[in-house]
């Protein structure tokens, strides 16, 4: 029995690396920006910053030590990252430094399947950036699990984080303190207005629509998390619970600074997500 080979077809190579990379012409730019409206200026400008990492790979020399080597890393690679990188600081929130949205559900991370759309690249490549990114100490992945009824664990979109320290490489370091600086004061106005002060604000401010009750802590100081509630929550838009949870991860960083960020929004999803009156 004979088998029909295909023909062979050279490859055509118009000028530079076969997956689309040309040294001498890179694609900095998002191919599909996000249509957010009122992002923080600040990560637009951070976005310009970055791209001066291709020309100048000194500018964040431990990405450009990723490759573990003595040489520069590849044109392609830095492309890579700049890309990668840009794409999540378009869905950034300036609190925790998080990659997501909030939504009435809690703040929900982005898959990297998501942000595809924005970079133009395969997944392959991202991952490969993704790696060196995390090397180079730029950006943390943390892939959380859930527990599913019948024993199993379900992986959930990776939780992926800014370094603060970015900022600080491209001298935004002050205007990110400034912003959130500027953040605090507009909840110190709201905690003003209403009555009491920040640290009462923190405990009576969890309402969307209703009161939410705080109920028993674990021994690490978060809410328990235990059966939903028969009643599904009401309903609320993204943009009032997004405000909502923001300022309750302020009221409880100024209750406590010795907080990080990460733990002010893990509480405040927790509390928000847990004890939603019905």
């Given at each position: ?162 370094n603060s320290l970015l900022f600080g490489a491209f001298g935004l370091l ?74 309750l991860v302020l009221a409880l960083k100024q209750e406590d600074p010795s ?20």
């Amino acid at each position: 029995m004979s088998v029909k080979k295909r023909a062979y077809v050279p490859r055509v190579n118009g000028g530079g690396n076969f997956c689309g990379h040309r040294p001498d012409a890179p694609r900095l730019e998002l191919v599909k920006p996000s249509t957010l409206k009122n992002r923080p200026k600040i990560l637009g400008r951070l976005q310009e910053e970055v791209q001066q990492y291709y020309r100048s790979p000194s500018r964040l020399p431990s990405l450009n030590a990723a490759n573990r080597s003595k040489r520069q890393q590849r044109s392609e690679r830095r492309e890579a990252c700049i890309l990668v990188l840009n794409s999540i600081l378009e869905y950034t929130d300036l609190t925790s430094l998080r990659c997501g949205v909030p939504t009435s559900t809690g703040f929900q991370s982005l898959t990297f399947e998501f942000l595809a759309q924005f970079t133009g690249m395969g997944l392959r490549r991202i991952e490969r950036a993704v790696a060196d990114l995390k090397i180079g100490n730029i950006l943390t992945v943390s892939q959380p699990r859930q527990l599913q009824e019948d024993g199993s664990y379900k992986g959930l979109a990776a939780v992926k984080a800014v370094n603060s320290l970015l900022f600080g490489a491209f001298g935004l370091l002050k205007w990110l303190k400034h912003e959130r600086q500027r953040a605090s004061e507009r909840l110190a106005k709201k905690a003003k207005k209403q009555g009491g002060n920040l640290g009462q604000w923190s405990r009576s401010a969890l309402a969307i629509g209703r009161m939410l009750v705080v109920g028993k802590r674990t021994h690490d100081g978060l809410p328990r998390r235990g059966s939903p509630a028969a009643s599904s929550p009401p309903r609320v838009d993204a943009e009032t619970y997004g405000r909502m949870l923001n300022d309750l991860v302020l009221a409880l960083k100024q209750e406590d600074p010795s907080r990080d960020g990460a733990t002010c929004r893990q509480i405040a999803e927790a509390i928000l997500t847990k004890k939603l009156a019905s």
